[in-house]
């Protein structure tokens, strides 16, 4: 019954910026870490960036400087916002639930493209 919905992607140049949303229903929000992973073709997915239930952040080192991942509780949101985006960055992004514990992703969104790209 957990449900992830992914929004935000699309197209942009180089350099640009895209904010990513996900809503969440289905579970208590503010008990969980929620993660951002994506996937390129031809790639294993790999984790972008995921926030622990007590606000704590953390990135992989091909986006530290660039991404944020916030939440807000009250609207059960999670977001990425995306700076300076390069082609590099062209993948489908998918929002996903561990427990507040856990870094072991249980659930998945359908994921939304960002196609960087001049």
């Known amino acids: 019954q957990v449900q992830l919905a992914e929004s935000g992607g699309g197209l942009v140049q180089p350099g640009g910026s895209l904010r990513l949303s996900c809503v969440v229903s289905g579970t208590i929000f503010n008990s969980k870490t929620m993660g951002w992973h994506r996937q390129a073709p031809g790639k294993e997915r790999e984790l972008v960036a995921y926030?622990?239930?007590?606000?704590?952040?953390n990135y992989g080192d091909s986006v530290k400087g660039r991404f944020t991942i916030s939440r807000d509780n009250a609207k059960n949101t999670v977001y990425l916002q995306m700076n300076n985006l390069k082609p590099e960055d062209t993948a489908v992004y998918y929002c996903?639930?561990?427990?507040?514990?856990?870094?072991?992703?249980?659930?998945w969104g359908k994921g939304t493209l960002v196609t960087v790209s001049s």
């Open positions: 926030v622990s239930s007590g606000g704590r952040e």
């Open positions: 996903s639930v561990a427990e507040w514990y856990s870094t072991i992703f249980k659930y």
